[in-house]
């Protein structure tokens, strides 16, 4: 699984057998969740950031916080200060945990209830995918990345789901972390894609103070 990229043959997979979750509409009035208008950091990334600086956890190297149940990415530079936040799409089922030996596995032996963003701490590092491109590992082993916005299937909608204004649609992926390709370029590419960095990956079923114990603890 982790030689491939999933974009490319993400049409291939879920196919007619899997139900296509619906582009969540807005209220008229409502603000965009776009890269122009992101979203901020919540309250347990704010606990989680001051958790990070006051244990000094990052070493000193960029870092991102991945926020799932808002969808949000928020990346911050070596000095712990933000420098930009985006929506994202995640694993198309909720879960804080990956299948164990998932990124052996070919894609499209993956069910969708495997179809996971694991939380936890990782230490990130480049990678390139078959078609040459960079990206952004979270985890090898489990073959989940961080990459540009690519579309797949035009069923998915995967451009409007990263658009809308509420993070109920943006759970499309098999694990993977999609982002805007502008905000890709602009702030991952030079932290993230040079060297290693740190993704907090928030939890969305455990609880936050279990999943990173030993930096809340007091």
Sequence with gaps: MRTWWEPVFGALLLG??????????????????SAEQPPAPGAEVRALHAAIMRTRDHQGLAFAVIDKRAAALHVYNAEGHLLASTAVL??????????????DR??????????TTPAGRFVSEPGVNLQGEDIVWIDYTAAVSIHRLRPVHVSQRRAQRLASPTPDDN??????????????????APLFGRQHALVYVLPEQRPLAEVFAQLLQP
């Design 171 to 188: 759970r499309i992926t098999h694990g993977c972390v999609n982002v805007p390709q502008a905000f890709y370029e602009r702030h991952l």
């Design 90 to 103: 995640l694993g198309l089922s909720r879960g804080d945990d990956s299948v164990p030996g998932i990124g």
């Design 16 to 33: 007619s057998l899997v139900v296509t979750p619906p582009v969540v509409a807005a209220p008229p009035g409502t603000p965009s969740r």
């Design 106 to 115: 070919a894609l499209g032996d993956i069910q969708p209830h495997e179809r």
